[in-house]
């Protein structure tokens, strides 16, 4: 048999590896293996291979798709946030990254978290872009969150509805009713 106090001493121990477990799984980070990291370096690869085949009109990725549809007003936020790299000296795979961390943030719907947007991208930066382009990429991105950059959508159109006094009027003339 057990004493209390061996007990006691039992379910402290079990409480404190209880909150240390917790807390590593709480700072741990994802794994490569993760499906959504999958399909956002599928995407990237899509997209970097869209830098080099300008004239290629298929992009098979759906998710690529989208971003390249917004390419024009992703281009014009990565010239305005980094104004010392213009697009074309920017490196392709940084580039690729950049367009498909800003369609996530301001275009998706639903959107993620900005932080884990910007934490996924410097991730795939440091994993296939050079030294720098991690901390490149954060900044870039920082600035767009720190501005709080709102992107126009275009409104629906609304059926005009016709005002009161031409109620029951066609052309002009009004309609009699029997």
Do not use: C
């Not at 009109?57 to 992703?74: D, G, L, R, T, Y």
């Not at 790299?85 to 959107?111: C, G, H, S, V």
């Amino acid at each position: 048999m057990y004493s209390l106090s061996h007990l006691i001493r039992g379910l402290i121990v079990n409480g404190a590896l209880r909150a240390n477990i917790k807390k590593r799984k709480k700072n741990q980070m994802k794994k490569k293996s993760d499906p959504r990291h999958k399909k956002r370096i599928e995407v990237v690869k899509a997209l970097f291979e869209k830098i080099f085949r300008p004239d290629s009109k298929s992009i098979k990725n759906p998710v690529a798709a989208q971003v390249a549809a917004k390419e024009k007003q992703i281009d014009t936020l990565i010239t305005k946030y980094a104004p010392t790299w213009p697009i074309n000296q920017i490196a392709p795979i940084d580039l690729a990254i950049l367009r498909l961390a800003i369609w996530e943030l301001l275009f998706k719907k639903p959107k993620d978290p900005y932080k884990v947007t910007i934490d996924e991208a410097v991730e795939i930066a440091k994993q296939y872009g050079t030294k720098t382009s991690g901390s490149f990429i954060n900044g870039v991105l920082g600035s767009i969150v720190k501005s709080k950059v709102k992107v126009k959508s275009p409104r629906p159109r609304q059926a005009t509805r016709p005002r009161p006094d031409e109620v029951g009027k066609r052309g002009g003339q009004s309609q009699k009713s029997n």
